[in-house]
């Protein structure tokens, strides 16, 4: 069982930085790939970037990739989300989920991943 509580999200200028971190609880945690996604008003959940278990593989979607960063540390428990240039469509709740099998290398896919945490709001201002 993985428990996952998102942390670091707020109010930003366009342009501007914001480190996501999502603490995870559980002996197994270093065994899962993670992944962050995000849900705006009115909108799908959709898929921003996934890190696989070991943190050597991370995959990234078009709207985000060049400056979003994910990373993680299996000694603390954590997956980060660094997010650079941020900009007003970037506004949503983000959420971190944890794959529901061991070793796999990560998912584009919500359905792939069986632990999630509860979100964190993030909003630009233009």
């Known amino acids: 069982q993985v428990r996952l509580v998102e942390s670091g999200g707020g109010l930003v200028q366009a342009g501007g930085s914001l480190r996501l971190s999502c603490a995870a609880t559980?002996?197994?945690?270093?065994?899962?790939?993670m992944g962050w996604f995000r849900q705006a008003p009115g909108k799908e959940r959709e898929f921003v970037a996934t890190?696989?278990?070991?943190?050597?593989?991370?995959f990234y979607s078009d709207f985000v990739k060049g400056r979003f960063t994910i990373s993680r540390n299996n000694v603390k428990n954590t997956v980060y989300l660094q997010m650079n240039s941020l900009k007003p469509e970037d506004t949503a709740v983000y959420y971190c989920a944890a794959d529901g099998l061991w070793y796999n290398p990560g998912s584009t896919q919500s359905k792939e991943y069986e632990y999630w945490g509860q979100g964190t709001q993030v909003t630009v201002s233009s």
């Open positions: 559980g002996r197994t945690f270093s065994k899962y790939a």
């Open positions: 890190i696989n278990w070991i943190g050597d593989n991370t």
